[in-house]
C-alpha cells in the first residue's frame, strides 16, 4: 500500500511509519527545503523549511520539551488560508499533537529566547498567508518530551497542500481520502541535552499522503 525509500539509520521507524503515511509521493535532498512539487502533479504547494529540532528544559517545573521553528512562503499565485496540523511521531508509536500538553508559560519563555518578534505560536500564526516572500510567515512548533530515550523522531506537517489522494482502506475495504503532508526525519544522537545551542538534525525530508 506504501511505497518509500528506506534510509540508513532509520530502520526501526520505518515500520511504525506504514500506519501513519501509507503512500510516499517523492523524497527529495535532506539538505533541501520541503518546496513545491510542480513538475509532479497540478497542485501548488506553500514553500515549507524547518529547522534542526532541539530541547528546552523548563526552569520552573523541570519539565522538557522539544521545539523547531518553520518558515511558510506563499508562491502558489493567490493568498492561502494556513491551518497546519503538525504532530510528532516517536520511535515507540506515540504520536503527540503540536502544543498538546504544552504550558502558555513555555511558549512565552522560549519566544523570549529565542528574541523573534515575528515568530508565532500554533494559534497566531493561523490564517491568510498573502504571497510573496516579503509576507513569509514564521512559526514556533513545540511537544512535550516527557521521554528521552528516543533516538529517531518524525514530524508530520499538514495543511501545506489542498492535494488529496483517495485509497482503500486494507482492513475494512472502506474509501478513506489521504491529505498530502510533509515528513521530517530527526536523529537525536546520545544523550539529548535541554540547551538552546545542541540541535538534532534532519536526516531525510519527503512529502507523503497520510
Keep these: 500500500m506504501?511505497?518509500?525509500?528506506?534510509?540508513?539509520?532509520?530502520?526501526?521507524?520505518?515500520?511504525?511509519?506504514?500506519?501513519?503515511?501509507?503512500?510516499?509521493?517523492?523524497?527529495?535532498?535532506?539538505?533541501?527545503p520541503i518546496a513545491p512539487a510542480s513538475t509532479m502533479c497540478m497542485?501548488?504547494?506553500?514553500?515549507?523549511?524547518?529547522?534542526?529540532?532541539?530541547?528546552?528544559?523548563?526552569?520552573?517545573?523541570?519539565?522538557h520539551y522539544w521545539y523547531m521553528i518553520y518558515d511558510v512562503v506563499n508562491n502558489t499565485g493567490q493568498d492561502q488560508r494556513f491551518a497546519p496540523r503538525i504532530d510528532l511521531l516517536i520511535d515507540d508509536g506515540s504520536l503527540v499533537r503540536q502544543g498538546e500538553g504544552v504550558p502558555s508559560t513555555v511558549t512565552k519563555q522560549l519566544k523570549e529566547f529565542l528574541g523573534n518578534e515575528l515568530l508565532e505560536d500554533q494559534f497566531e500564526i493561523l490564517g491568510e498567508v498573502l504571497q510573496g516572500k516579503a509576507h513569509a510567515k514564521s512559526g514556533l512548533v513545540i511537544f512535550p518530551a516527557a521521554d528521552l530515550t528516543p533516538t529517531e523522531l518524525t514530524v508530520f506537517v499538514q495543511g501545506l497542500s489542498r492535494e488529496t489522494e483517495k485509497t482503500t482502506n486494507p482492513t475494512t475495504g472502506a474509501q478513506v481520502t489521504l491529505r498530502k503532508a510533509a515528513r521530517l526525519d530527526y536523529l537525536v544522537a546520545g544523550d539529548p541535552q535541554a540547551i538552546g545551542t545542541v540541535t538534532y538534525p534532519v536526516v531525510n525530508r519527503e512529502w507523503i499522503f497520510r
Design 43 to 63: 497542485a501548488r504547494e506553500l514553500d515549507f523549511t524547518a529547522t534542526e529540532l532541539r530541547l528546552f528544559k523548563d526552569p520552573d517545573s523541570g519539565k
Design 2 to 32: 506504501r511505497m518509500s525509500t528506506q534510509m540508513p539509520g532509520v530502520v526501526s521507524i520505518a515500520s511504525l511509519l506504514a500506519i501513519f503515511a501509507p503512500v510516499v509521493l517523492f523524497a527529495p535532498a535532506s539538505a533541501a
